[in-house]
């Protein structure tokens, strides 16, 4: 590891710091602007760095989840397949995404132990290495999916009204998802160096956008045009510009601990590559957990388009899980990241251990909501008889995973974030394809569950995923894995 000393300018940073750590404010020609974040994360009390940089990232989720929920709402305003419709595309969408948030994964682990190490010159570097990659991915993404839409939906053999729904979708969300990345990417960045409320502030804007967009462009209010489901996704589109718009001036003018400045640069293979070690492995989590959800699409269709919208139903769901306990996961190998460059081995275990406590918590208590109330949170939705009794039990059954799906989420990124990308692939896909999804083929095919079967084995799978997980995490060899 370089030594701190070498990096002077990153040194004298670190040193305007307030007090109390947090950002400060600095004046120039008689000008208030916000400064550095230069809260020192290596140091003090653990849960309150976790939740100083966590619930940025939680609001952020919960955003999101707000977000896709309305899109669904408003999907179940023109019918059900429409709802289908919005599941399969997501779906899609969602491998896109995955493979290339693996690569997120490598920046943020290399910038966090860079912060932690006092290298904030290198940080800079690595993330315009990283936003090279992105771009060079998102061309690629983008004449991709305009060409193969219908013929990846048509693959799924689904009928022509769930497909006539989402291929306008997809098609405007292909180009917005590009935007997405930027903006994720350039987020993951500012919160790996321990700026969570930048990354927040573009975050709402978009979002609050894209809530208030969706609705004119579906059905065509005022003078907008009626785009039906492709709507939200041309929202999206506008909404994802902004916000990335937002990260990059901050990261431009230098508001947060790293600042981006083109003045010399060149494209970095080593460092390409070193991104592309590290977040190849994450790439595959993320992407076969997409591909197999395609193959549950597979078998959930024959049991009718009710199902199918039961299930993206039950799959937008898991979000208010999923993104709190992603945002606490990212947090948490932010901050054990940065302790890892400074050399503090246990503060970086005990990072995780107070994610895994506060995720938990809240995982309980939307796993009792769940329960509790599945067919009033179906039918606000769409109030088919059918589809809310197909529903409220798909959203019963994976109530009961959803301690675990916290669990799994907080140390899949967790474990990304740090640098160990490896063991989560190997966990993910021995436990998904050796187990869960054979299961859920079995139960749906051969057992009087029929769909259902689907579901319980999710839950099954998670449970044995979260249990490999943990042996892996108190085996400790993800803090000695070595990025500097």
Excluded: C
Excluded at 70 to 95: E, H, K, N, S
Excluded at 158 to 170: H, T
């Amino acid at each position: 590891m370089a030594d701190p000393r070498t990096e002077q300018s990153d040194g004298a940073r670190s040193s305007r710091n307030s007090s109390a750590g947090d950002s400060v404010a600095r004046v120039r020609g008689g000008r208030r602007r916000p400064g550095h974040v230069t809260r020192d994360l290596t140091k003090g009390s653990i849960p309150r760095n976790l939740w100083y940089l966590s619930w940025p990232q939680i609001a952020e989720s919960f955003l999101s989840v707000v977000d896709q929920l309305a899109d669904l709402v408003w999907a179940g305003r023109v019918g059900f397949q429409a709802i289908a419709g919005f599941g399969i595309a997501q779906t899609y969408l969602m491998l896109m995404m995955t493979a290339r948030m693996g690569l997120d994964a490598g920046m943020r682990s290399m910038i966090s132990r860079a912060v932690g190490a006092r290298r904030v010159s290198r940080a800079n570097h690595v993330m315009l290495q990283a936003l090279t990659l992105s771009l060079a991915y998102s061309i690629v993404l983008v004449v991709i999916g305009m060409i193969l839409t219908e013929p990846l939906l048509r693959l799924l053999g689904i009928g022509d009204e769930v497909v006539r729904q989402a291929a306008g979708y997809m098609r405007f969300q292909f180009i917005a998802m590009s935007m997405m990345g930027l903006q994720r990417l350039t987020a993951g960045g500012l919160q790996a160096s321990g700026d969570s409320i930048t990354p927040l502030k573009a975050a709402s804007v978009s979002r609050i956008l894209h809530l208030v967009l969706s609705p004119f462009l579906i059905f065509g209010w005022w003078w907008f045009p009626s785009l039906e489901l492709a709507g939200a996704g041309a929202a999206n589109l506008i909404a994802q510009t902004v916000g990335m718009s937002m990260n990059m001036s901050a990261l431009i003018r230098g508001t947060s601990r790293l600042r981006l400045s083109l003045r010399g640069y060149y494209v970095d293979y080593p460092m390409i590559w070193s991104i592309l070690k590290i977040g190849i492995p994450a790439s595959v989590t993320g992407a076969q957990r997409a591909i197999s959800q395609l193959i549950v699409v597979f078998m959930v269709a024959p049991f009718g388009a009710g199902a199918l919208a039961a299930f993206a139903l039950s799959r937008r769901a898991e979000n208010t899980v999923n993104h709190a306990s992603r945002g606490m996961g990212r947090a948490a190998g932010a901050l054990a990241g940065q302790n890892l460059g400074a050399g503090h081995t246990e503060r970086a275990r005990q990072s995780l251990i107070w994610a895994l406590v506060y995720a938990g918590g809240a995982s309980i208590v939307v796993s009792a909501i769940f329960l509790a109330f599945p067919g009033p949170i179906a039918g606000f939705f769409n109030s088919d008889p059918e589809f809310v009794a197909q529903a409220a039990v798909w959203l019963q059954i994976l109530a009961v995973g959803y301690l675990s799906m916290n669990a799994v989420q907080v140390y899949t990124q967790g474990f990304n974030t740090t640098g160990d990308t490896f063991a989560p692939m190997v966990i993910m896909l021995s436990t998904m394809w050796l187990v869960e999804l054979p299961l859920a083929f079995a139960l749906s095919q051969y057992t009087g569950l029929a769909e259902y079967g689907v579901p319980w084995a999710i839950v099954i799978g998670m449970t044995l995923r979260a249990a490999a997980y943990t042996v892996h995490f108190f085996r400790g060899t993800w803090l000695r894995t070595g990025l500097m």
